[in-house]
């Protein structure tokens, strides 16, 4: 069973920068595509960004693109999340996802799901 779990949230100011990273454990980590996403308050999950198993592949949501990178390190079973010049509305719990094969949008298709971690950008 692939456990995930997320860190790097927290209060940031508009402009400013986190990283976030999900570590994965209890399975073969270079075999899943790994998905980012968020829930704000009252809203529905959303999709962020993904990537495949091999790196050379990484999709995102139009509202991040050019401020977010999606990366990962298969030695150290982790996916990180850079997040630059983030904006109120960037605001949201963030959950790391994965899947056996292609990575997807769809929250649906994702087997397993990390805890969340508060990302709030302040004002």
């Known amino acids: 069973q692939v456990q995930l779990v997320e860190s790097g949230g927290g209060l940031v100011q508009t402009g400013g920068s986190l990283r976030l990273s999900c570590v994965a454990s209890?399975?073969?980590?270079?075999?899943?595509?790994v998905g980012w996403f968020r829930q704000a308050a009252g809203k529905e999950r959303e999709f962020v960004a993904a990537i495949r198993r091999t790196e050379r592949s990484t999709y995102y949501t139009d509202s991040v693109k050019g401020r977010f990178t999606i990366s990962r390190d298969n030695a150290k079973n982790t996916v990180y999340l850079q997040m630059n010049l983030l904006k109120p509305e960037d605001t949201a719990v963030y959950y790391c996802a994965a899947r056996v094969g292609l990575v997807t949008v769809s929250t649906t298709e994702y087997d397993y799901w990390g805890q969340g971690t508060q990302v709030t950008v302040s004002s």
């Open positions: 209890g399975g073969p980590f270079s075999s899943l595509g």
